[in-house]
């Protein structure tokens, strides 16, 4: 019994193999899928923002007040991109969506410049200190207002010509593992874990329907084959595929954004198949309920978007609500979203991370038997 | 089930009360069902009328609302997976793999089936020689033409060498010669024994059947071998020459006692109740002293006779 078994996966693996390899389409995008994205999201995701395009209004018309300017564009956080004579052309401006941003620098901007500490030390405690001149922010935008607000205390050493004076701040911050803060360091690792939901999940879950679909499901339940190996052998080609889309991801992200790997490639490994099978099991169910293959699709994106916006990929997992965060948990992709930074950024091992790895597990198991239990040999 | 010692004949598949609803709708009707082991056996009828669906509750595939099934001398009704290995199944559409070819779809289908190493091998062999697809063995199944689809599934249902070989209208895409030659075969694994179930709505594969069920909106309107249902006939067939037949035709629907009446080229076809017992006088009055002749029932005429609602009497 034992054998015929295995014979009769095999044959599945083997049948499913060559139908992949001969669908040229599919084989691609297995592929081109992880290196499209990786350069595309590697290059352009940034919540670094820089190079903002900003309005002046300047009614102060001193050197001074072009010495403010040449400080803040050297920030590198701003571009003047425009003069206004108002604040109300400023904020027409704004609400076209022109400018991000306007600075404003009143007349008597030079009076309160020589008035402030940050321009001269000896003003400290001076009744007459003023801002010299007020930001107007596009406030939705939460990541350009944060960026403005850091210039609030900007250092006004470049406009005195010397240096103003230094307070040691509360706290000293060392950034282990990305002392850059390049955003790339943390979108890749990322990015396997969101690009392995998407196809693992989506390619299994049309796998089972195609072959309803196609017809051959009539022909495959009048013979032996059992729905577990069905399934096994179904499922088993997409281990290989989802291992080599993590290899495609690390290794070019390693190559082309320098995205360290310091964790072992053993708890790499593990923490792969894991998800892998993770999701391939989700894909099962998902195969159980849907009948065509755009049913399974669309089953796939309801789990992808989640996936994308609640794993952690996106939006750091801490600031979410706890709701959100039980349905984040609840997503197999989380779980690796942490598991790989994790091995990938700080060298954890899988040990470490073991109530993730267990998680996962479990997740598997209950999948299967799941999947199992719908999957009925039977037509209608 | 009567378990009878001096029964003689032993049953492939024996059927009581068969029964399958879809909702409100009933598919299959209190079907009873005898078909000896070694006979080919019929299900005509036109699309729609249970015949699919009486197939698919056979091989298991579809639960059965009502009835009890014994295949092989075994109930169907908890030994659907022991059986699976005993029973072969050809479905209506092409259902092996297009992208794979012959020798991999056969490949594929023989290892499913247990098969391994040198037995898949000469299996497999003999299978394409068998069906005449040794030029065909590296062609991709979905480039082929419609009666190689056909071998090519035969093969397929027939690798494991099944007891019971169930074929949901296997000729349906296949042109004449295909037909007569893939009816050859159907012989040749008779004559080993294989019993056979096909569903068709041709009549002259019908005909070539040992037995076979009429079936019409899910029940069973009349059973048995082509000659015994001709011979059972309840009316007597008239063929009438001469000239305006469209208008005599008319004229003749009208009468309670004529069941139908078909031209076939010159010749009006009629079939007269048997109550009547002068079916010739019957008609020649009817018909203005056209040329009248008794002629032969065909399958066709006992098809016409026991469905569209004149079964009844």
């Not at chain 1, 590697?42 to 001074?64: F, K, M, W």
């Not at chain 2, 249970?50 to 091989?59: D, F, M, Q």
């Not at chain 2, 899910?218 to 020459?241: C, F, H, I, W, Y």
């Amino acid at each position: 019994m034992g054998i015929s078994m295995w014979i009769r996966v095999y044959a599945i693996f083997v049948k499913e193999l060559k139908q992949l390899s001969r669908d040229k389409m599919t084989f691609g995008m297995i592929i081109m899928i992880p290196l499209v994205q990786l350069m595309l999201f590697g290059y352009a995701i940034n919540t670094d923002a820089r190079h903002i395009p900003v309005g002046l209004v300047d009614l102060s018309q001193t050197s001074e007040s072009r010495a403010v300017e040449h400080a803040l564009v050297a920030t590198q956080s701003v571009d003047f991109i425009a003069r206004y004579r108002s604040i109300k052309d400023a904020e027409v401006a704004i609400t076209k969506g022109e400018i991000r941003a306007v600075l404003y620098l009143p007349a008597d901007m030079t009076r309160r410049l020589f008035n402030h500490p940050l321009y001269d030390h000896k003003q400290i405690d001076s009744p007459l200190t003023l801002p010299i001149g007020q930001w107007i922010v596009d406030g939705s935008d939460t990541v350009i207002a944060s960026t403005i607000r850091a210039l609030r205390n900007m250092p006004l050493d470049e406009v005195a010509n010397h240096t103003t004076i230094r307070t040691a701040p509360s706290f000293e911050v060392v950034q282990y593992f990305n002392p850059e803060q390049r955003t790339v360091v943390n979108i890749v690792p990322g990015l396997v874990a969101v690009i392995l939901t998407m196809t693992m999940i989506l390619f299994t879950s049309s796998a089972i329907v195609r072959e309803h679909e196609h017809g051959n499901m009539e022909f495959l339940i009048t013979t032996p084959v059992r729905p577990m190996e069905l399934m096994i052998g179904k499922i088993a080609p997409y281990v290989l595929v989802g291992l080599s889309q993590v290899a495609i991801i690390l290794s070019v992200g390693h190559w082309v954004f320098s995205v360290p790997i310091k964790g072992s490639l053993l708890s790499l490994l593990g923490g792969s198949i894991l998800f892998i099978f993770a999701s391939l099991t989700l894909g099962l169910v998902l195969s159980t309920i849907a009948k065509t293959q755009l049913q399974a699709m669309q089953m796939t994106i309801f789990i992808l978007l989640p996936s994308i916006l609640l794993s952690g990929f996106m939006f750091p997992y801490d600031a979410m609500p706890v709701a959100a965060q039980w349905i984040a948990e609840a997503l197999p992709v989380t779980h690796f979203m942490r598991m790989i930074r994790a091995i990938a950024l700080r060298d954890a091992s899988l040990l470490l991370l073991g109530k993730d790895a267990l998680w996962l597990g479990l997740f598997t198991i209950g999948g299967i038997i799941i999947a199992s239990l719908r999957f009925k040999k039977k037509l209608g | 089930m009567t378990s009878n010692a001096s029964e003689q004949i032993e049953y492939a598949i024996e059927a009581t009360g068969l029964t399958k609803r879809f909702g409100d709708n009933i598919a299959v009707n209190k079907l009873d069902l005898n078909i000896p082991k070694g006979s080919i056996y019929g299900f005509l009828g036109p699309n729609g009328c249970g015949k699919s669906t009486s197939i698919r509750l056979l091989t298991g595939l579809l639960e059965a609302s009502e009835g009890d099934v014994t295949i092989l001398g075994k109930p169907l009704l908890g030994h659907e997976e022991s059986l699976k290995k005993r029973i072969g199944y050809m479905t209506q559409k092409f259902s092996l793999y297009d992208n794979l070819t012959v020798k991999e779809n056969l490949d594929f289908v023989g290892a499913i089936y247990g098969f391994a190493g040198k037995r898949k091998k000469s299996r497999i062999e003999e299978l394409l020689a068998l069906y005449d697809l040794e030029k065909q063995a590296k062609q991709f199944a979905g480039s082929m033409s419609g009666g190689q689809k056909q071998r090519l599934a035969l093969a397929c249902a027939t690798l494991h060498s099944p007891e019971l070989l169930f074929l949901d209208e296997p000729t349906s895409a296949v042109d004449p010669e295909n037909r007569r030659e893939f009816w050859e075969r159907l012989f040749d694994l008779c004559a080993a024994g294989t019993t056979i179930l096909v569903s068709t709505h041709y009549m002259d594969e019908a005909e070539r059947c040992h037995a076979l069920a009429i079936m019409e909106d899910g029940n069973k309107r009349a059973d048995g071998s082509p000659q015994a249902l001709m011979d059972a006939m309840p009316a007597t067939v008239v063929e009438v020459s001469g000239n305006k037949l469209r208008q005599l035709k008319q004229t003749l629907t009208q009468h309670p006692e004529i069941l139908s009446a078909a031209q076939i080229g010159a010749h009006l076809r009629v079939l007269i109740k048997k109550k009547v017992l002068d079916p010739l006088g019957f008609i020649s009055e009817l018909s203005d002293g056209r040329e009248t002749i008794l002629a032969r029932p065909s399958l066709e005429d006992v098809f016409v006779t026991c469905t569209g609602g004149r079964h009844g009497d």
